[in-house]
């Protein structure tokens, strides 16, 4: 399959993922917790996926000499952190400025670093020139996504603290996602790229919850016993997680990044389709949003920029 179709489908995981975890926050009515069940039951999925695939024994062992052989440094391991660090700061942001804003801020963070990383080859998979089109696609797929958010933006949640908060959790998805790239060139098994995320993840998010009950500022919530589809955060983040540790190697973080809001946008349309949220319509700003989403991608030439080798040594 097309690395460009699977790109597009980590997009619709990700709606996938937050309709499931949003669901669960709201029954829980605590973010954190279901953020930590989320990252806890992927950790755990990898974990009984681990003694069963020699794989990722391999990849594990072809890590640890590549850390020792200082071919990636060790905290680039630490991407997992990453992820845990955005959904805390999600957590935290998303009920000052709603997530309509929310996702625009994220978008214009997350696309802004891929320039960056590209740029500098983070990925590990070779360097990719910032061009008038690349910065082109990017700037059209913000605007897409604030298109397809306009009904449900409030000018009253405007805040840059929040508005700065927002691009910070998109920036560090960028980042993670670069790093993941590299860590999975190592491993050369994206399963353990996988479990490597949910051990550093979960951990973060297991120290912010204690500190968090400590401190008064947190609680543990009875679980709720169903639907069961609001417990499969784990297993998409898995999955999803394995999916761009190989994708964004060949594609590069940006091209990576448009078609994968590109698929986030489409999902979250079938998803309201099929079992909307409450309060939720489908509106006309979101279907053309989706349309100009796919624009940036065709209008940035991403798809078959050229990619620099690292020179070898």
């Not at 309509?100 to 990719?128: E, P």
Request: glycine share 12%; aromatic share 6%; with cysteine.
């Amino acid at each position: 399959m097309r690395l460009d179709i699977l790109a597009a489908l980590s997009g619709v995981l990700i709606a996938l993922q937050t309709r499931a975890n949003g669901e669960l926050s709201i029954r829980l009515n605590n973010s954190l917790q279901a953020a930590l069940i989320s990252f806890g039951s992927g950790l755990i999925i990898i974990v009984i996926v681990a003694f069963f695939h020699s794989g990722m024994k391999q990849g594990i062992k072809n890590l640890q000499q590549a850390v020792a052989s200082r071919k990636i440094a060790r905290w680039k391991l630490l991407a997992g952190t990453m992820g845990g660090s955005f959904v805390a700061i999600q957590t935290q942001i998303v009920p000052l400025m709603g997530v309509a804003l929310y996702s625009v801020a994220s978008i214009a963070g997350q696309t802004a670093v891929s320039l960056v990383v590209d740029r500098i080859g983070l990925t590990g998979g070779g360097t990719r020139p910032i061009s008038i089109r690349r910065v082109g696609a990017a700037l059209l797929t913000v605007l897409a996504v604030i298109i397809s958010v306009f009904d449900r933006l409030n000018a009253s949640n405007l805040s840059i603290i929040a508005v700065s908060g927002g691009c910070l959790a998109g920036a560090l998805v960028g980042i993670r996602s670069a790093l993941n790239g590299e860590i999975n060139k190592h491993s050369q098994q994206s399963f353990t790229t996988s479990l490597l995320n949910f051990i550093t993840g979960t951990s973060l998010l297991l120290i912010l919850m204690v500190v968090g009950i400590i401190l008064g500022k947190s609680h543990l919530s009875a679980l709720p016993a169903g639907p069961w589809w609001i417990y499969t955060g784990g297993v998409i983040g898995v999955v999803y997680i394995a999916f761009i540790s190989t994708i964004v190697q060949h594609l590069g973080v940006l091209t990576f990044t448009l078609f994968s809001v590109g698929g986030q946008l489409v999902g979250s349309l079938i998803i309201d389709l099929v079992s909307p949220t409450d309060g939720v319509q489908i509106s006309a700003y979101l279907i053309t949003g989706i349309f100009m989403t796919y624009l940036g991608v065709i209008a940035g030439g991403v798809s078959s920029s050229r990619v620099k080798k690292p020179a070898k040594q």
